[in-house]
């Protein structure tokens, strides 16, 4: 196994490579394409406005790689936070802009979505598992408290996609999966023990 | 639903951990790592980390050491002290900072709020204000770490950085700062009224009912404390225990 997270200039990366390495896991950080080839699973994190992260992705050449390891060689892929939303055609963020087209979707502003909160959403929010049967979240009950912060949020296309939800004014989009590609909104690597065994089931994941 | 933050302070100058009163009277109290590594395990919501000593001698934010902290905290955390630039603040992100907050260079004249909430997105960007009461009872912000009075009143200029681009706002009461006496509800609430933004209050804390006037009288989103979990026994878990028998929502440990 060896965990490669993505280095496109816009991420979280050492945050993510802690809690990956406190699991024990083997993983580097990959800046550029070249670089995956090798690797048994991805991770895109991500924080930024989702304009500037998908031009950021795009100068560094990611695009097609990306895709092509996850769609052709079928690896194992999470997105988070940022990184869950660019899985989708397009982002409203700073201009309507075409995401990785992984999953089928659309990323909004909150309030777009009927959120008369605070907005952005930030801290501790249950995750609402609904494919409670995914390796992904095995170990994990429903309602268990994951952290979020973010403003824009993932609509999936196909509703048998979102994997989980949190409410927050509004029932948001919080977790996507399509076969082996997986997006969280809510970021893991901050979600202490409950993020931890989720990173653990993902990258158990073969 | 959405839990209440509660958010041990820390304070660092070089090595250690430090504490004041009024941002003034600094005392060390520990080491930063072995500190972060406690409350990790301890499990809190959040933490904040503030550099003073980049903030008193200008000095560039200490981002190698945000590296380290990033290692052993696997919670959110914010950094803060002596922000001036974009590329500071992507080096802090780089580092593992998941939010930074930013002070005194808001009243330099600086787009700094507007040009990192486009660059990294709002919800990375915390604008700190740091307020004094005034004699006649109105409130003044104070930059440079409560040394220079910029004439602006804190519930405006919260309004102004929630226009600019903020993501969420610290408030912190310079003369509760210290003192356990209690959060300055009066200028939370005026602030909270002001924006739609969730309110981070800070100084005063000395009990875990001040945390409960915070949020449910003032509408505080989060509770920051320091001398609190630094001078007495009190903890985050048991003030979650507190306030949740007063039926404010906090987040239940995960038994994993």
């Given at each position: 196994?060896?965990?490669?997270?993505?280095?496109?200039?816009?991420?979280?990366?050492?945050?993510?490579?802690?809690?990956?390495?406190?699991?024990?896991?083997?993983?580097?950080?990959?800046?550029?394409?070249?670089?995956?080839?090798?690797?048994?699973?991805?991770?895109?994190?991500?924080?930024?406005?989702?304009?500037?992260?998908?031009?950021?992705?795009?100068?560094?050449?990611?695009?097609?790689?990306?895709?092509?390891?996850?769609?052709?060689?079928?690896?194992?892929?999470?997105?988070?936070?940022?990184?869950?939303?660019?899985?989708?055609?397009?982002?409203?963020?700073?201009?309507?802009?075409?995401?990785?087209?992984?999953?089928p979707g659309k990323v909004t502003h909150l309030d777009t979505q009927g959120c008369t909160?605070?907005?952005?959403?930030?801290?501790?929010?249950?995750?609402?598992?609904?494919?409670?049967?995914?390796?992904?979240?095995e170990g994990i009950p429903s309602s268990t408290d994951f952290y979020f912060v973010h403003?824009?949020?993932?609509?999936?296309?196909?509703?048998?996609?979102?994997?989980?939800?949190?409410?927050?004014?509004?029932?948001?989009?919080?977790?996507?999966?399509?076969?082996?590609?997986?997006?969280?909104?809510?970021?893991?690597?901050?979600?202490?023990?409950?993020?931890?065994?989720?990173?653990?089931?993902?990258?158990?994941?073969? | 639903?959405?839990?209440?933050?509660?958010?041990?302070?820390?304070?660092?100058?070089?090595?250690?951990?430090?504490?004041?009163?009024?941002?003034?009277?600094?005392?060390?109290?520990?080491?930063?790592?072995?500190?972060?590594?406690?409350?990790?395990?301890?499990?809190?919501?959040?933490?904040?980390?503030?550099?003073?000593?980049?903030?008193?001698?200008?000095?560039?934010?200490?981002?190698?050491?945000?590296?380290?902290?990033?290692?052993?905290?696997?919670?959110?955390?914010?950094?803060?002290?002596?922000?001036?630039?974009?590329?500071?603040?992507?080096?802090?992100?780089?580092?593992?900072?998941?939010?930074?907050?930013?002070?005194?260079?808001?009243?330099?004249?600086?787009?700094?709020?507007?040009?990192?909430?486009?660059?990294?997105?709002?919800?990375?960007?915390?604008?700190?204000?740091?307020?004094?009461?005034?004699?006649?009872?109105?409130?003044?912000?104070?930059?440079?770490?409560?040394?220079?009075?910029?004439?602006?009143?804190?519930?405006?200029?919260?309004?102004?950085?929630?226009?600019?681009?903020?993501?969420?706002?610290?408030?912190?009461?310079?003369?509760?700062?210290?003192?356990?006496?209690?959060?300055?509800?009066?200028?939370?609430?005026?602030?909270?009224?002001?924006?739609?933004?969730?309110?981070?209050?800070?100084?005063?804390?000395?009990?875990?009912e001040h945390m409960r006037q915070a949020i449910q009288d003032a509408g505080a989103s989060?509770?920051?404390?320091?001398?609190?979990?630094?001078?007495?026994?009190?903890?985050?878990?048991?003030?979650?225990?507190?306030?949740?028998?007063?039926?404010?929502?906090?987040?239940?440990?995960?038994?994993?």
């Open positions: 196994m060896s965990i490669a997270i993505i280095d496109y200039g816009m991420g979280n990366l050492h945050s993510v490579a802690g809690a990956l390495h406190a699991l024990g896991s083997n993983c580097s950080i990959a800046s550029s394409p070249d670089q995956i080839q090798s690797a048994t699973h991805i991770i895109l994190p991500g924080v930024g406005g989702f304009s500037e992260c998908v031009a950021n992705l795009d100068a560094g050449g990611w695009r097609e790689p990306l895709r092509t390891a996850a769609l052709c060689h079928g690896k194992p892929f999470l997105g988070i936070c940022v990184g869950m939303q660019m899985l989708a055609d397009f982002g409203e963020e700073g201009g309507q802009t075409p995401g990785l087209g992984l999953i909160l605070r907005i952005p959403h930030v801290g501790w929010n249950s995750l609402y598992i609904t494919a409670s049967d995914e390796p992904i979240v403003s824009y949020a993932f609509e999936a296309a196909n509703p048998d996609q979102q994997l989980a939800h949190a409410e927050y004014g509004v029932p948001l989009c919080a977790m996507v999966g399509a076969g082996k590609i997986f997006g969280t909104q809510f970021h893991p690597e901050k979600s202490s023990r409950a993020g931890a065994r989720l990173l653990q089931n993902f990258v158990s994941l073969m | 639903m959405l839990k209440v933050r509660i958010i041990p302070t820390l304070l660092w100058k070089g090595f250690g951990l430090v504490k004041g009163v009024g941002f003034d009277s600094w005392r060390r109290v520990g080491s930063v790592i072995p500190a972060i590594k406690v409350y990790n395990t301890r499990d809190v919501d959040e933490l904040i980390l503030v550099d003073i000593t980049a903030t008193q001698n200008n000095e560039e934010p200490d981002h190698h050491s945000v590296r380290d902290f990033a290692e052993d905290c696997f919670v959110p955390f914010t950094v803060g002290g002596g922000i001036r630039h974009v590329e500071q603040i992507r080096r802090l992100l780089r580092s593992g900072a998941d939010k930074v907050s930013i002070n005194s260079a808001n009243f330099e004249g600086q787009e700094l709020v507007g040009q990192a909430a486009r660059e990294f997105g709002a919800q990375c960007i915390v604008a700190s204000i740091d307020a004094r009461r005034m004699d006649d009872g109105s409130y003044r912000c104070f930059s440079h770490a409560g040394t220079k009075d910029t004439g602006h009143d804190p519930a405006s200029w919260a309004k102004q950085m929630e226009g600019s681009g903020a993501g969420e706002i610290l408030i912190t009461s310079i003369e509760r700062d210290g003192t356990m006496q209690g959060y300055d509800l009066q200028l939370v609430e005026s602030v909270v009224r002001a924006v739609n933004l969730p309110v981070i209050a800070s100084g005063g804390a000395g009990n875990y989060a509770v920051a404390a320091a001398s609190i979990f630094h001078f007495t026994e009190q903890t985050p878990a048991e003030a979650k225990i507190a306030l949740k028998a007063h039926g404010i929502a906090v987040r239940e440990t995960f038994p994993g």
